[in-house]
């Protein structure tokens, strides 16, 4: 090799050369990649931008976009009740959508561990999450209706007549909608805990169990902290679907008067489509928006904290 | 303590200990898995004894009593699916469901290979733009897309129902794919492109059979996502000629429903079925499909 080819002539021809070729393959990719950048930006982001201009407006059914309404929107959400009521319903239905699915789903992944036609049990229990929620929320609708299962069988065990409507009280529309999602989710989460349990090794908790610790400091000491960011990942997904859940909601309280007041979700719906209030809708949404990304940013920076400090 | 690891006595008696005691806790274990699975299945089982009763028969006995015969289960579906025209909202949400999911996982397919495989400038921000698709909450999209869609007169469309669901379907496949085709190895698709072949033939005929696991598994669960929806097609599609299934299933249901449990019980029926039998049929798919939904 000479040193004339490596004047700063041929270099640079290498370089452009090198870069011609990359442009040209990043041309071909840009070839893949278009329809789903398309189809992304305008179904998608494109919504998402609009949406928040839109809470800053005026806008009804019969009337202009052109109006600006400043924050209006946003402080007639702190004017109005449903709002803090929605608020309220949101909360509970994202800390029961934390707590119940987990709680039953580790302590029947515990029970079906180690039992025979374990692959049976998980289908039946899988079973509810391939069904529509509208179809599960229209079964259960008659599940809790005053002369429905839940009553009959209330009675059945107390021997006196029990028609109480679920679906009709403040006092138990969100408790019972909850058990129906429970009922759903469980399933998948009980799914999701069993491949976490079998990840753990066998040979902590075999020498543990040599050394005369009880299941129960087994299970909080080696066994849980193994677990945990199978846990949390388990919670993330709950918490996004606790904010958001519609279908069932919507479908059960088809007979509830206040259904605004059920969730942020159903608040947003009812406000923008059954109103015909879309500015007012959008900034509903606005809020819902936020707090799910907040709060799911938050449980995916501890997850994988946890995931790190494990590994 | 030492132990005589030749001691036949002792290890015998070491086994049966074990044994005895994964035995008493098996036996344990059963009675409140048998008890949580009754309680599971009710619903399921209330399900199955109203869809053969008779509106009368329903008023009349208990709701978890047996029906008389078979026979009103056929009475049932003919008021269910000429009532809420489910013949063609089922074609409609299975048209939608065929066709979206596999454009979608297609279109999905092509952006990780063009992600991963080519040297794409900016492949990341790319990626990012995609995946900000799946972190919003589906209440953002709404009232615009209602506004976009009367706009441009797709409103209570075919099309426009299907562009919207091959969109949704999009950013989580291709979360999945890009994962997938990272680790099948680069030799494969190098030694394609020196013999000559095509971007578009490495992509067909050597990363997609090399990935179908995913792939249809993602598409089982996109075919589910659209056939179960009702958020989106309550909104943008509301013609009986266009509408979809869940549509359908929730104008039966309600408080201006002047029909009986059974008829509206036989409709979830009829709309569950696809769905419930692509998992009897493909649940090994299934579950990794659901699984892939936590990664």
């Given amino acids: 090799m000479n040193t004339a080819m490596l004047s700063p002539e041929v270099l640079k021809e290498a370089r452009r050369r090198e870069r011609r070729v990359a442009w040209q393959q990043t041309r071909v990719a840009w070839l893949f990649i278009a329809p789903a950048v398309i189809m992304v930006a305008l179904f998608l982001l494109l919504p998402v931008v609009f949406n928040v201009i839109l809470s800053f407006t005026k806008w009804q059914k019969f009337t202009g976009l052109d109006q600006f309404a400043g924050f209006n929107n946003y402080a007639r959400l702190f004017r109005l009740p449903y709002f803090g009521e929605a608020m309220g319903n949101t909360a509970i239905w994202v800390v029961g959508a934390i707590i119940f699915p987990l709680a039953v789903g580790l302590g029947l992944a515990l029970l079906l561990r180690n039992i025979p036609f374990q692959e049976t049990f998980k289908s039946l229990f899988f079973l509810p999450r391939v069904m529509a929620p509208t179809a599960v929320g229209a079964i259960w609708y008659y599940v809790y209706a005053p002369r429905g299962v839940l009553n009959s069988v209330v009675s059945g065990a107390t021997g006196q007549p029990f028609d109480y409507g679920w679906l009709f009280s403040p006092d138990s529309i969100t408790g019972a909608v909850i058990v129906t999602f429970v009922w759903q989710t469980l399933g998948i989460t009980m799914v999701l805990l069993l491949l976490g349990l079998a990840a753990i090794p066998k040979d902590p908790i075999e020498a543990a169990r040599v050394d005369g610790a009880t299941p129960g400091q087994i299970f909080r000491h080696i066994v849980w902290p193994l677990l945990l960011p199978t846990v949390l990942v388990v919670t993330i997904l709950n918490v996004a679907a606790g904010f958001t859940t519609f279908d069932l909601l919507w479908v059960m309280a088809s007979s509830y008067p206040a259904k605004r007041t059920l969730s942020l979700a159903v608040y947003m719906y009812y406000e923008s489509f059954s109103n015909g209030a879309w500015a007012y809708g959008s900034a509903i949404a606005v809020v819902l928006g936020s707090m799910v990304i907040s709060v799911s940013a938050l449980l995916a920076i501890v997850q994988s904290r946890v995931s790190k400090n494990i590994r | 303590m030492a132990v005589d690891i030749t001691n036949r006595q002792f290890i015998a008696q070491l086994i049966e200990k074990e044994r005895r005691e994964h035995r008493s806790g098996g036996r344990w274990v059963i009675v409140p898995i048998v008890a949580m699975t009754i309680a599971y299945l009710t619903p399921l089982y209330y399900l199955f004894v109203t869809i053969f009763k008779t509106s009368q028969e329903y008023a009349r006995k208990g709701v978890l009593e047996l029906p008389d015969s078979l026979a ?58 995609i995946f900000t698709g799946t972190l919003f909450p589906f209440q953002m999209y709404l009232v615009p897309l209602l506004f976009g869609y009367q706009r441009v007169g797709i409103i209570n469309s075919w099309g426009g129902m299907l562009l919207v669901y091959v969109a949704l379907c999009i950013p989580f496949p291709l979360l999945v794919l890009r994962n997938a085709f990272s680790g099948i190895t680069r030799e494969v698709d190098e030694a394609a492109r020196i013999e000559g072949a095509s971007e578009w033939r490495v992509f067909t005929s050597m990363i997609l059979p090399n990935a179908t696991g995913p792939l249809i598994a993602l598409y089982l669960l996109q075919f589910t996502f659209i056939w179960n929806d009702l958020l989106f097609s309550s909104i943008l599609a509301n013609g009986i000629d266009v509408r979809s299934i869940m549509v359908a299933l929730q104008s039966l249901q309600g408080t201006y429903s002047t029909l009986g449990p059974n008829v509206v019980i036989t409709a979830t029926l009829i709309s569950s079925i696809p769905t419930v039998l692509l998992f009897v049929a493909l649940r090994k798919y299934f579950m990794a499909g659901l699984q892939l939904g936590s990664k």
């Fill in chain 2, 72 to 129: 009103p289960i056929v009475d049932n579906v003919v008021q269910a699916w000429t009532i809420a025209n489910m013949g063609q909202a089922s074609l409609n949400s299975f048209s939608y469901a065929v066709i979206g999911a596999a454009i979608a996982v297609g279109i999905a397919a092509a952006a990780a290979y063009g992600m991963t495989r080519l040297n794409l400038i900016g492949a990341n921000g790319w990626f990012m733009l």
